[in-house]
């Protein structure tokens, strides 16, 4: 079965930088489009940034700038660098791919466990 393990989440103090990870293992054909997502506590899950398997890349407005995701198609895996960190990018991150499974049933959509990313003022 399909996996997105995150990893690179913590507590960082306000102005500071964090690299997120999510590779996804097991019985992977192809991965099509990742994004990274965010939910604060009370508030609705977000988009945070977007990239296409060619390399095209979307941004929330209130991390353009900031943030830069990536991804290494060989390694199956998408990243988030995110510097200049503030209080209000306090959230649980998930990584978001369009999977085909090895046996080509379908293109599904796959979560990451969620990584909690704490920015101290």
């Known amino acids: 079965q399909v996996q997105l393990v995150e990893s690179g989440g913590g507590l960082v103090q306000a102005g500071g930088s964090l690299r997120l990870s999510c590779t996804a293992s097991r019985n992977i054909f192809s991965i099509n489009g990742t994004g990274w997502y965010r939910q604060a506590p009370g508030k609705q899950r977000e988009l945070v940034a977007a990239?296409?398997?060619?390399?095209?890349?979307n941004y929330a407005d209130s991390v353009k700038g900031r943030f830069t995701i990536s991804r290494d198609n060989a390694k199956n895996t998408v990243y988030l660098q995110m510097s200049s960190l503030k209080p209000e990018d306090t959230a649980v991150y998930y990584c978001?791919?369009?999977?085909?499974?090895?046996?080509?049933?379908?293109?599904?959509?796959?979560w990451g466990q969620g990584t909690q990313v704490t920015v101290s003022s």
């Open positions: 990239i296409t398997r060619g390399g095209s890349t």
């Open positions: 978001n791919a369009r999977i085909l499974p090895s046996d080509r049933s379908g293109w599904y959509d796959y």
